[in-house]
């Protein structure tokens, strides 16, 4: 077994010692993982260890930890021994099975999948926007969906002051979403257009539009309106989980979502085309103003001279930009906006971290003291 | 000067001689006139010749149509004696000096630019919708924006049964759209990516996202929410082009359209997500039904087989393909719906040769009584 990384005690600015922890990232040699150990290079978290597990498959392979290396170690019931955090992102059957064995291990895990999401014991939570939420934790806590995180980043400055009765949201949803393997056959997509002259028709596509789901389709070149496999409703699981995260994040079951969600041919960076209704007569200077201030917000709005957001600048950013503020032509309280971020992360491993600084922040990194997860 | 490329004259079923017509084609090497050439050789409009006009820089070259080659006249003031039908897809500024030209030499004028399409004096025709708007021309006929053209024949077989009170869209539209350059220019981003590992923020743009603006953007990997450049309410004017055309085409001031348009690295093929709220109460597989048996739609609907309209398939083909249909998940009246469109075919170039088969049909191609355009 590697011994952890020691990477000493950090001291408080008042020269006591404090409480440094041990982490552990689920999924280490993911698109999400990856950048999780990136993030965790750069936090306010004090960082005792850093311990890197996945599939046995992958055990015995390193990742990059800084300017380091870690050994992956593979994922067990037993991982979790002296472990403070644990952030998980291997998939939700990862999770399911694993999460509740971190927390009985006396670990908190902050869970990047879908399955706790919509779980009472669980909050869902965007720090800038509900960290209240955190502290009624029960040992996990689930980050939302990159479509819904940097929607809320971008609609709470505005349902703050002026209330929300509605969303229509069309997404523009970036390819490394699906993970590192859909990026690679994206990539090879292209190669396969442009070197060898084959028909954006004719590309191989094995993994999108979902893995889960018999067909695939190719994504160079195209868009495809279907994210994650279908519900009863018509309605895409990834469209549902925009619609069901905002009602728990906003504490709000009254405001009416509703989303089509798109993949296009972007590697990172989901953009989104947001239309809102609020419940007071909205102002736009006022609008731009409280977005500009909104912690995590940045404000790129000026059509005189072409500023709005782009994926290709928001890679690599912790951000989420917000620009093409305007009201509707017609209704009197409607406002469209665009927002962009980094989907893998703030939409993924910059909100997990983000959500272990605020746990520690809050004093809230501690073994549960009821198990509330059923143990498989 | 060439001669124009005789066809001889068609006979209707009837043995009857039937007239035929001599038709020229305005900015025949562009990404849309090339296909107007195409879509000529597969017409029900009877044709006598063909000739092939653009600037002085293409004179002289030679254009396919059909198995046969055109050398390319530089278009004059003088270019439209003997011409029966002239379809203009060079740009607006051409068509306003010479499309009045083309009416004073007996022509009918199809004009593929926004520059006419606000006239009183000019019907803005889709084909499918409102062929009883050509009744009235003067001469001149224009051919909607791409956007719009696509997003009627989605909506009209709605409108007619359950009314329409408002149209939110986004779009996710193909570079194709800015021509064959902008097409170039993309294909080489992807290579300067792919084959020479530069970054997608480095690589070399000169057109997107409005030849016409003053800052250029890379569009490989990227979205960009502008097309066309901004107007004095922080819309687009291709947004704007949505709402106006809409109104004159459905002929009702009073549906409410808001559009913001996003282009994306698809090469040709306009996507558009779509919420409509209808005045009655809509009943989805009614609608599917209407979308199915309306012309020049195309119903793709059958989320359970992830068959939905996707960018790819629709290259090369007339019509528009509809799916994703669905009720909004709060708004009783509320559809959300997905189509897709090839957008330099029945966005523009089939659209125009549509609009001349029409003419032809109701026997409008014939020389103005009256001049309404001015000379310049």
Not at 252 to 270: F, M
Request: net charge negative; hydrophobic share 40%.
């Amino acid at each position: 077994m590697q011994r952890p990384l020691f990477l000493g005690v950090f001291s408080s600015k008042k020269g006591s010692k404090m409480k440094s922890y041990n982490v552990a990232v689920v999924g280490a040699t993911g698109a999400v993982g990856t950048r999780m150990l990136e993030q965790l290079t750069d936090t306010t978290l004090p960082i005792a260890s850093v311990k890197a597990l996945a599939s046995a498959r992958s055990a015995g392979k390193k990742v990059k930890f800084g300017n380091q290396e870690l050994i992956i170690e593979e994922l067990t019931e037993n991982s979790f021994e002296g472990i403070d955090v644990a952030l998980f992102s291997a998939g939700g059957s990862v999770s399911a099975k694993f999460a509740p064995y971190a927390v009985k291990a006396g670990a908190v895990v902050v869970d990047n999948t879908s399955y706790f999401r919509q779980n009472p014991n669980v909050p869902l939570v965007v720090p800038e926007v509900n960290p209240q939420a955190l502290d009624e934790h029960n040992g996990i806590i689930a980050c939302p969906n990159c479509s819904t995180i940097q929607m809320m980043i971008a609609l709470e400055p505005i349902r703050r002051v002026y209330g929300l009765n509605r969303i229509i949201v069309s997404t523009y949803q970036a390819i490394g979403g699906a993970g590192a393997r859909a990026m690679e056959e994206a990539e090879n997509q292209y190669r396969s257009i442009l070197n060898e002259c084959v028909a954006p028709t004719e590309v191989e596509a094995h993994i999108l539009p979902a893995g889960g789901d018999k067909k695939h389709y190719p994504i160079a070149y195209n868009a495809l309106p279907q994210i994650d496999v279908f519900t009863d409703n018509d309605y895409t699981y990834e469209e549902m989980k925009m619609t069901m995260e905002t009602k728990k994040i906003m504490e709000d079951d009254s405001i009416a979502v509703s989303a089509t969600c798109v993949r296009i041919p972007v590697l990172v960076g989901h953009s989104e085309s947001i239309y809102i209704e609020t419940k007071k007569e909205p102002n736009i200077s006022d609008i731009k103003r409280l977005i500009a201030e909104f912690p995590g917000a940045v404000l790129e709005d000026d059509v005189a001279h072409q500023i709005y957001p782009q994926a290709i600048n928001a890679v690599g950013k912790r951000e989420t930009f917000v620009g093409r503020i305007r009201k509707d032509l017609d209704a009197p309280f409607g406002i469209h906006l665009w927002c962009v971020s980094d989907n893998l992360l703030k939409g993924a491993a910059w909100n997990s971290v983000q959500i272990a600084e605020t746990l520690h922040q809050r004093g809230l990194i501690h073994p549960v003291e009821q198990m509330k997860f059923e143990l498989k």
